[in-house]
């Protein structure tokens, strides 16, 4: 038995799902039908599925009972339609596509792994934990201040209890307490952790109820490893001043030691109602003075090495800052989840004031934004980064329904860094983020203090000329750029992001401009804020590199020979 089968005949639906699966490396099938279902079940003997209860040819009730016959140890789950179950207690409302799970059902995801002996056991924890995530990232996208937070306090405590060593089957304990740890909130009443101002009495004695209700949820589950006491001793204090039950010490689990930590630190470098978020030196900082009073010291000196070699590894790519902006940010789920996955930041906002207030306090990279409905709005949002991007950078992606070259156009020249069609894959947004950064990375580490002015050198192979001008216009910079490679030298000068001059390989403006273009090979020195009175070309570099590159595009065309 390998792989999971998601069966919806809502294609947006099955991608997300099958998308948030396979990406943690398990092998995914999907199904619009029972009949469909049924087949490829029988074909290759699913470990689980994971159905809507509504589908064309039947219920899901009725998948279940024939997917039985067919493969009686596969494991099925039913997600259920919002709508038909409005006034039940006991559920949790998916973001996306308007689904919810039961608890029970959540339950099963959880149970289905401990069932079945054999060598196949250790494939059906890898199994339940990436389903378990999956669903509890897109129970979490509902509200924008518990998005991504599960799986960040997975990934940091599963870091901990290595750097702790830690036993496998602690740390498997340890991965699904943190994935759960706060489930317990999904029963407070709407809009209280979203409070701008104190919580009253009754609302607070809620929130410090979670723990124990957090455990309720999930009490009748016959759980493989212990994480009921982590679930609820994860407000525990070391000194004994914590909740619910003042327990001191060793005396709390050490999982739940660990969660405390991990939870502590996100809680500080996540932006509240009522508070901007703390930087991540800020926030250690705070997690060392409280060492032996509020966490376990041992817990935080496994914390601090793990996260400064992690750091220290990862470089640009540590606690990248990625906004989605939007009223209706369904569309965009998929690629949330993505982001959280491969352990990005993930924050949202709706309104493009609302983005630009979090460009300037929380350090945003990327900014990214569907402009099927809201076009102007986006082209707002350009425009307010360029006026305010002067000394720093942040990078926007447009997503769009249109399959429009001149809106593309459009909005590349006004800053943006791509355009991306609505449906494209998660990954591949994320692989061009990931790219970005690492070529961001290489150039710095080529980086050379050359001169009083400070010059910057790379290398063309690391970063494209092409590349380099756009960097500089959309941050509005004034900068020389000298060009050198076998046989060919040149330099550009941009004046707050517009191309003024251009010389090299014995020519002047764009024809010079699309000589030094066509290198791909050879080196790259920036200067900062050096000027030159001579004129060759005089308008926005992103307008002029679209031309030039239309233009070498048009001369290979003409100089291919023809049949």
Known sequence: MSGILVVSPDKDQCKALAESISSRGRHVHTAASIRDALQLLAQHGHEQILSVRSLPDGSGELLAQQAAEVSPRTKVTLVTNFSEVRTAADILRFDFADYIVDVDDMAQLITGASRGPGPSQRSLVDCYLATVEAVVGLVELADPLT??????CKRLAEGIAREMGLPEERRQEVNLAALLHDIGNFTLRAGTLEKEGPLDPDEEAAVRQHTLRGVQLVEHIDFPWKIKPIILAHHER???SGYPDGRKGRAIPVGARI????DSYLSMTTRRPHRKPLKHEEAMKEICAQMGSQFDPEVVEAFVAFVERRKRFAGDLFQVKILVVGEGEDDLSRMKLQFLREDFVVLTVKTVAGAMEMV?????????????????????????LQARLENSRTDVFLFDVEDSRKRRVTALENGAEEVF??????????????????????????????????????????????????????????????????????????????????EGGG?????????LLSLTKGHFRISHGVTTDARSIDRDAVAALLDALRRLDEDAEFSRPTS
């Open 147 to 152: 998005a991504g937070n599960a799986a960040s």
């Open 238 to 240: 070391y000194d004994g």
């Open 259 to 262: 969660v405390a930590v991990v």
């Open 360 to 384: 300037d306090t929380d350090d945003i990279r990327f900014v990214l934004m569907d402009i099927s409905q809201a076009w102007d709005e986006g082209l707002a949002l350009l425009d307010a």
């Open 421 to 502: 069609p609505l449906d494209v894959s998660p990954s591949e947004v994320a692989s061009r983020i990931r790219r970005i950064l690492r070529k961001e990375t290489a150039v710095r580490k080529k980086a050379t203090l050359a001169g009083e002015l400070g010059g910057i050198e790379g290398d063309l192979a690391d970063m494209s000329l092409p590349e380099v001008v756009q960097m500089l216009s959309m941050g509005q910079k004034t900068a020389r750029i000298d060009v050198k490679a076998r046989g060919l030298t040149g330099r550009l000068f941009l004046d707050h992001g517009r191309l003024t001059h251009v």
């Open 507 to 515: 020519a002047e403006g764009g024809e010079a401009f699309k000589k």
